[in-house]
T-cell receptor, first 108, second 112 residues
């Protein structure tokens, strides 16, 4: 199973774009990249996922490099409510290894 | 919007006692997961059900933990006897097969 590497913490100014990187250099061809976030004391929340192409939904955009060895989650206009731990997960099926994620703090 | 329900939200129990957690997945979700999350770490999968069958319980400490999903809908996770190291958040999630998981609010267990 491909494992991921994320920075332990990041800060972002409110209203600016938050760009959260994830390295997954051992990803296999059939493995999706998933992003979840967990606000303090709540269950994780699904954000977005992708295989090869860039994806966008109402919450975020996911940019996957052409070689698929890394990806970036983009929150276009970060708000204080986006302060959370963000997990990048790679698995071939719907079974997840969460790791420790990136703790994003949005600063007023 | 449909949600995964869990109860209780908080549980305090003494060491060596039995404790049980309940989960009601989103209607129609055949796949159900139980995770344990220790403070400061990511969730760790304990058991995965497809309908009423266990498909992965490789990380479940079977000497004290048990899980069931008798009718393929709601599920119960039991710990007997509880140990101090079992203090954690217990999360339930559900999904359509092969799709993204939706998590409940979790049960915070404290073993004293």
């Amino acid at each position: 199973d491909a494992k991921t590497t994320q920075p332990p913490s990041m800060d972002c100014a409110e209203g600016r774009a938050a760009n959260l990187p994830c390295n997954h250099s051992t990803i296999s061809g059939n493995e999706y990249v998933y992003w979840y976030r967990q606000i303090h004391s709540q269950g994780p929340q699904y954000i977005i996922h992708g295989l090869k192409n860039n994806e966008t939904n109402e919450m975020a955009s996911l940019i996957i490099t052409e070689d698929r060895k890394s990806s970036t989650l983009i929150l276009p206009h970060a708000t204080l409510r986006d302060t959370a731990v963000y997990y990048c997960i790679v698995r071939p099926r719907n079974q997840f290894y969460f790791g420790t994620g990136t703790s994003l703090t949005v600063i007023p | 919007e449909a949600e995964v329900a869990q109860s209780p939200r908080y549980k305090i129990t003494e060491k060596s006692q039995a404790v049980a957690f309940w989960c009601d997945p989103i209607s129609g979700h055949a796949t159900l997961y139980w995770y344990r999350q220790i403070l400061g770490q990511g969730p760790e999968l304990l058991v995965q059900f497809q309908d009423e069958s266990v498909v992965d319980d490789s990380q479940l400490p079977k000497d004290r933990f048990s899980a069931e999903r008798l009718k393929g809908v709601d599920s119960t996770l039991k710990i007997q006897p509880a140990e101090l190291g079992d203090s954690a958040m217990y999360l339930c999630a559900s999904s359509l097969e092969g799709r993204e998981q939706y998590f409940g609010p979790g049960t915070r267990l404290t073993v004293t």
